[in-house]
């Protein structure tokens, strides 16, 4: 197993260690501990690269290990295993803990296999980084911007991380074909729906690309006006307009040697797609007012929510330039597509979201978490961060928990998807009193999380006693939660 990359899996089970072991031992060195402490006498005289921790221990769980592993070995990539019900604990820890990944049971192989695959390679990419470090500091003046660099370029091979995504997500298949394009010097189109991370996966292209030391510019193409879109893109000589009191460098400009991101490319006027297409195709720019065209160099990644290929036949898109931007396409599902995704994303921006209020918590009840996934989110991740902005403002305690969330979310429906529950009732055996039966006991459910299962003040909002209410729990199974 000479050359393998290392893995401790720590696990009170016996017959789960050697399931483990069997399963990984072709790709990695893999030693077994039982306990925290039989393991951590094994990281004091092996160089473990990985280590694969079960939750549930006698003595000291999972989580409080991996927050020995990540003071005494912080360069250890620490990967946590455990069933739904621990899922609480494990996500109030994984700051403390610096958890990398939070997998969950039953684990599948194949997946399995990939994500450690890819800790491996975090391991490598993170002792680069640190040599790097070493070099740059050590380095004379003439070789600081080769060594930088080269730190850009062991950074680039992790870039897509930045996009959370769930070990089965659709995304990973995105993310792959972008990582197997994003070297060689194409430009890139991406599709999708307003929200769904195009600009985070332009920006994990740019990072991934020999061009991740240069800059990486944005603009909204949509938000502009067609002579303002020209000056911030190509730039302005003084005077060229009225209010144009100074020599303005153009975006193209700023981005040479990088790449520019242009978002929402679908919202420009035919008039200043035939610009655009003329800096692609000729690597030039003429700032407005200026006789001398620029040369730029400049990878372009543009995105757009609508349907181009669409507006290419009916005429509001010349067809050139769509080919010109579109030698790769990249599609983005939206969020109601990739449900496992919305517990990841959800934490990511909570952590986020936290650093701007006094209060601190713990993370998402399960019941929030559950309402969270089940809902569509038309507005993509947007909505989703407005959601979470009005749990922290409305929440107490340690948790934020289902009864935060507005009643949209609560529902798990917007209006389309009311419409398809009751489609799907009405296609349902029985009579209309099985029907509405269903109906009854959601409505029953949605008033208990808005309560916090408050069983009188439910009661009250429904017009009930207690009795009737908790006979109603009873019929349709809800008397635990």
């Not at 409080?64 to 069933?83: M, N």
Request: glycine share 8%; net charge neutral; proline share 4%.
């Amino acid at each position: 197993m000479t050359g393998l990359p290392t893995l401790l899996v720590v696990d009170d089970e016996t017959r789960s260690q050697e399931a483990l072991r069997r399963t990984l031992e072709e790709d990695f060195a893999v030693f077994t501990a039982g306990s925290a402490e039989a393991a951590a006498e094994i990281m004091g005289r092996e160089f473990i690269q990985i280590v694969l921790c079960d939750q549930r221990m006698p003595g000291v769980s999972g989580v409080e290990f991996l927050k020995r592993v990540r003071a005494e070995w912080p360069d250890t990539v620490r990967i946590i295993l455990s069933g739904y019900s621990d899922a609480e604990d494990i996500i109030a820890g994984i700051n403390d803990a610096g958890i990398w990944q939070y997998l969950m049971k039953p684990w599948q192989p194949a997946q399995l296999l990939l994500t450690l695959k890819r800790a491996a390679e975090l391991h490598r990419l993170q002792r680069d980084h640190h040599r790097l470090s070493v070099e740059l500091r050590e380095a004379p003046a003439a070789l600081a911007q080769r060594v930088a660099g080269k730190r850009a370029a062991a950074h680039a091979r992790s870039a897509f991380d930045s996009l959370a995504r769930a070990p089965e997500s659709p995304v990973n298949g995105v993310c792959d074909l972008a990582a197997r394009f994003a070297p060689h010097d194409l430009s890139v189109l991406i599709t999708g729906e307003s929200g769904t991370g195009k600009e985070l996966l332009a920006r994990a292209i740019h990072y991934a690309s020999p061009r991740a030391a240069q800059a990486f510019v944005v603009e909204n193409c949509g938000a502009l006006p067609d002579a303002l879109l020209e000056s911030e893109l190509f730039g302005h000589k003084r005077g060229a307009y009225t209010g144009a009191f100074e020599d303005r460098v153009g975006l193209f400009q700023r981005a040479d040697g990088g790449t520019i991101f242009l978002d929402e490319v679908g919202e420009t006027s035919p008039a200043f797609q035939v610009k655009l297409l003329r800096a692609l195709q000729e690597g030039e720019v003429r700032p407005l007012g200026s006789g001398r065209a620029i040369s730029v160099d400049v990878r372009a990644i543009a995105a757009t929510n609508r349907d181009l290929e669409q507006d290419v036949r009916a005429g509001r898109f010349r067809e050139d330039l769509y080919y010109r931007l579109a030698a790769v396409t990249l599609h983005l599902p939206a969020l109601r597509q990739r449900p496992d995704d919305i517990p990841l994303i959800a934490a990511g921006l909570l952590a986020r979201a936290q650093g701007a209020v006094e209060h601190r918590f713990k993370g998402f009840s399960a019941e929030a978490r559950a309402c969270l996934a089940a809902y569509r989110w038309p507005g993509n991740v947007r909505e989703l961060n407005n959601e979470i902005l009005r749990m922290l403002a409305l929440g107490e305690g340690e948790w934020l928990g289902a009864e935060l969330l507005s009643g949209k979310v609560l529902r798990a429906a917007d209006d389309a998807a009311d419409e398809r529950e009751l489609s799907l009732l009405a296609g349902l055996d029985g009579g209309l009193k099985q029907r509405m039966e269903q109906l009854e006991a959601r409505l029953v459910r949605e008033v208990l999380l808005r309560n916090r299962w408050n069983k009188t003040q439910a009661a009250a909002e429904l017009g009930l006693s207690r009795v009737g209410l908790r006979a109603k729990l009873t019929r349709y199974g809800l008397d635990k939660k």
